[in-house]
């Protein structure tokens, strides 16, 4: 690699070091470290309170935390001259204020950071708003007002993309374009950091995946690494002698559940066995079939549990 190419990639790292954060008694961030790579959609994964949005406004520099840092390319955000160029980012707050027309907003920021005033109309040919340029933002329905955060992200073609949770009020069209937007931004070699409840979503378009439970790290790895670590697979069987074989089948070191449709869930064995098994005990086989734990599956069973212990408090 080039050393020029090097330096752009190293630009567009993001640092997350020993990241701490409470208000009050309630811990929100707790020595989290992790990094996001150029080149690759990393999703940021974890149920509601885990720490995501507080660790997202740390990186953009509206969260000042207790101890740690974060830093895009050796930098914190607010180091950063014309951190459009470098940084795009949606967040969950108001697109804009309701009373600005679409087109003036966007131009005031590409004015604020010496962007050229025709972005203004690429981005929003890009996010199809181009229709809607001259309406006040107040008017604009759920979809159209995430459409608007998203040309405000791409205003200033930048490197690193930082989104927290930007499918939500998306159309199915929507979800594909930004999918296909995300995809096309890490191919060419831009960090793309992305936070969202849409599992299925994530498994989809995600290269690799950052994962919290409560403010502390569950995993950093790829998507890939994750299924392989952390999945099971499941042998779904269905028998007119279920419990006989539910009875044999727990017998031989097997985890059985019965699912409301009167199929057996089985973990800890394959379908040859659970196969054999049947045969041995005259249980006839009705179905018998293999399924892959997903990546919600997994996700639910780490950080799906309530009421454990030692756990640091949800806000």
Known sequence: MRRRDRRTRLARVIDVENLTKSYGDTTVLEG????????????????????????MRTILGLTRPDAGSARIGGRSYRELDRPLHRVGAVLETAAGHPG?????????????????????????????????????????????????RLAAALLGDPGVLVLDEPLNGLDPEG????????????????????????????????????????????????????????????????????????????REGATVTLAPDGSLDVVGTDVARVSGIAAAVGAPLEELVTRAASLEDIFLGIVGSEGREGRTPRV
């Open 100 to 148: 600005l027309r679409v087109r003036d907003h966007l131009t005031w920021l590409a004015r604020s950071n010496r962007i050229p005033r025709r972005r203004t109309r690429e981005v929003l040919e890009t996010v199809d708003l181009l229709g809607a340029a001259g309406r006040r933002i107040g008017t604009l329905s759920l979809g159209m007002g995430q459409r608007l």
């Open 32 to 55: 989290l470290t992790f990094r996001v790579p150029p080149g690759t959609v990393t999703g940021f994964l974890g149920p509601n309170g885990a720490g995501k949005s507080t660790t």
């Open 175 to 250: 979800i594909h374009w930004l999918r296909g937007t995300m995809r096309q931004m890490a191919d060419e070699g831009r960090t793309v950091f992305v936070s969202s409840h849409l599992l299925s979503e994530m498994s989809q378009v995600a290269d690799r995946l950052v994962v919290l439970d409560r403010g502390r790290l569950v995993a950093d790895t790829t998507v890939t690494g994750f299924l392989r670590n952390h999945g099971r697979t499941h042998v779904r069987v269905r028998t007119r002698e279920v419990g006989l074989l539910a009875a044999e089948l727990e």
